[in-house]
């Protein structure tokens, strides 16, 4: 089985002028489309060559597994995304948020902060255990939390190439971006299933 590059929701310069095309071109363009060209040479001829992503991810180790969890952390990433994202969530999602944080605002600060003070290249997850709960999980390089059974809602990626062309090395100018595209209606459906 030959896997695909995920194909985004939005064109190229459907995020901007929070995120540049330029900076899609480079992240999805090169970056997400190096890991899927990366998996199906790593896996021909293997064990994996029939399994789906999310099962290679959770089987998998060494190069395979991150270049599979990096194909579906940015699949996953680009649909937290949306042109018509950002404010504050709604419904479920927002009692959900309020019941596990605080308020919408403490869940906030606590995100950001998380994804400003990470070190190095990884993953901000927001994630739903086995008893409904929420929590933040903090990723260094290709990590998931699905790899260990944990149900993702929401991620927002802080590695460089994920911000560079548009903000340089200021991780908080990117973040205040991030906010105003988040894709609710996303989180929604994974709380939900």
């Known amino acids: 089985m030959e896997h695909k590059l995920a194909l985004l929701p939005y064109p190229l310069d459907g995020l901007e002028p929070n995120i540049s095309s330029e900076t899609l071109e480079f992240h999805y363009g090169k970056h997400h489309a190096a890991y899927v060209t990366n998996l199906n040479k790593l896996i021909a001829g293997t064990e994996f060559?029939?399994?789906?992503?999310?099962?290679?991810?959770?089987?998998?180790?060494?190069?395979?597994?991150?270049?599979?969890?990096?194909?579906w952390n940015h699949a996953f990433?680009?649909?937290?995304?949306?042109?018509?994202?950002?404010?504050?969530?709604?419904?479920?999602?927002?009692?959900?948020?309020?019941?596990?944080?605080g308020s919408f605002v403490q869940f906030k600060?606590?995100?950001?902060?998380?994804?400003?003070?990470?070190?190095?290249?990884?993953?901000?997850w927001l994630v739903k255990d086995l008893d409904g709960k929420l929590g933040l999980e903090t990723k260094g390089n290709a990590d998931t939390p699905i790899k260990d059974g944990g149900k993702a809602l929401l991620t927002c990626d802080v590695w460089e190439h994920a911000y560079y062309i548009d903000h340089r090395n200021n991780r908080a100018a990117y973040l205040e971006e991030f906010w105003k595209l988040v894709n609710w209606k996303f989180v929604e459906e994974n709380l939900k299933s």
């Open 49 to 71: 060559s029939d399994m789906k992503l999310e099962e290679i991810v959770k089987k998998s180790n060494g190069a395979i597994y991150n270049n599979a969890a990096q194909a």
């Open 77 to 101: 990433y680009w649909q937290c995304l949306s042109p018509k994202g950002g404010g504050e969530p709604k419904g479920e999602v927002a009692q959900a948020l309020v019941k596990n944080f």
């Open 109 to 124: 600060e606590v995100f950001t902060k998380a994804a400003t003070s990470a070190f190095g290249s990884g993953w901000i």
